[in-house]
């Protein structure tokens, strides 16, 4: 089975400038455009860090208070079996 040759287009100089300054408007544009994306995301990511500090503490502080609680039952619980002993 043959496969049929592909044309590969011959473009003058002329025309090879114009779709290089094409190419590079289009990576200008897009430079741009993520630019802006970037620089929204991280003033979001921003936002929500202060938001979300306030429960990030509450969590830190109930965690602590949760592990000073669990320490103070098993010292609880050792005392009570050196006494029953």
């Given at each position: ?68 609680m669990h320490l103070a039952y098993r010292r609880r619980l050792r005392n009570r079996r050196r006494r029953a002993r």
């Amino acid at each position: 089975m043959t496969v049929p040759a592909i044309a590969v287009p011959q473009f003058d100089p002329e025309q090879a400038a114009r779709i290089q300054a094409a190419w590079e408007r289009l990576g200008q544009q897009l430079a741009e455009v993520l630019g802006a994306l970037r620089d929204l995301f991280r003033r979001i990511g921003a936002v929500l860090r202060r938001a979300l500090a306030p429960l990030v503490r509450l969590a830190d502080q109930r965690r602590v208070r949760l592990r000073v609680m669990h320490l103070a039952y098993r010292r609880r619980l050792r005392n009570r079996r050196r006494r029953a002993r």
